[in-house]
């Protein structure tokens, strides 16, 4: 190579270094980058606040418990009550029913008021129907044997008013009610007796020894509630009789009146 040329070429090589290492040089001596700062975000604007939850309706109060009275029949100002041929005493019987439907009602969730405490106590008719009236009964049942050379059950209510003791009574509404209730329970014993004692269907009270005295019976008089009396056997029957001393027909008997009386209770309310 030419002295010139080989010179010319070492110059060139040179400057390149050197733009090089200036390069390098100034890369290396700048000075450190300041640490970045950052800015905080805005908060986001708040979302849609949801409305609060609806106020849940108020649960409707539940009805007050059905109340049904129960009126064992006897002793009364009336006597003790009819005695079977074979000894089966009314007031036993109708005690025994009267257990067995207080049972069957309570079990059904129904308040139950007697108006006696124990079998042979006695208690007029008049006190019996106040019992029922303070206790603001959907239904007084009052429970009986009949002893008039017939057989099976009759349901009797009070048609129109009577007079005892200058007391006149019911009242057209309770008259009226008492109505609608015989008509229930006497299809309720029809349906869950099934035949098995004589069906004699409704009667008013007017079709009884004392109603026709007074017009109605006493304990209808005063009533101040729908008001039924029920002859659920006849004691001069024998079959009837014999019905009558099982314990498990007193059971059917007394699922029957539960049936017509919470079916006329629920009816009218």
């Given at each position: 190579?030419?002295p ?7 110059t ?7 733009l090089v290492?200036?390069?390098v040089?100034?890369h290396?001596?700048?000075?450190a980058?300041?640490?970045v ?24 109060p ?36 009267a ?12 308040k ?16 019996r129907?106040e ?5 603001h ?13 017939g ?16 007391r ?26 099934g ?14 020894a ?16 729908p ?7 006849d004691?001069t029957h ?27 209770a629920?009816?009218?309310?």
């Amino acid at each position: 190579m030419r002295p010139k040329v080989k010179r010319a070429c070492l110059t060139m090589a040179l400057g390149v270094a050197s733009l090089v290492g200036g390069g390098v040089t100034a890369h290396l001596l700048l000075p450190a980058r300041p640490p970045v700062t950052r800015v905080p975000l805005a908060p986001e604007p708040p979302g849609v606040v949801a409305d609060p939850p609806a106020e849940q309706p108020k649960p409707k109060p539940e009805p007050p418990a059905r109340v049904i009275c129960i009126d064992p029949g006897h002793p009364s100002e009336n006597g003790a009550g009819a005695v079977a041929a074979d000894g089966l005493r009314e007031v036993a019987a109708n005690w025994q029913v009267a257990q067995a439907l207080r049972t069957e009602l309570v079990r059904r969730g129904t308040k139950v008021v007697m108006t006696k405490a124990k079998e042979g106590q006695k208690v007029t008719n008049r006190k019996r129907a106040e019992i029922a009236n303070e206790a603001h009964a959907d239904l007084c049942v009052r429970l009986h044997c009949d002893a008039n050379s017939g057989q099976g059950h009759t349901v009797y209510y009070p048609e129109e008013s009577g007079t005892v003791d200058g007391r006149t009574g019911p009242d057209k509404a309770v008259r009226e009610a008492s109505g609608h209730a015989a008509q229930a329970m006497s299809a309720a014993l029809r349906e869950g007796l099934g035949g098995e004692l004589t069906d004699n269907g409704v009667k008013t009270d007017r079709e009884t020894a004392i109603g026709r005295k007074q017009g109605a019976l006493t304990g209808s008089i005063y009533s101040h509630v729908p008001v039924l009396t029920i002859e659920m056997v006849d004691l001069t029957h024998a079959a009837d009789v014999r019905w009558m001393r099982s314990a498990e027909n007193q059971r059917k008997i007394a699922a029957a009146l539960a049936d017509g009386a919470l079916r006329f209770a629920d009816g009218a309310r």
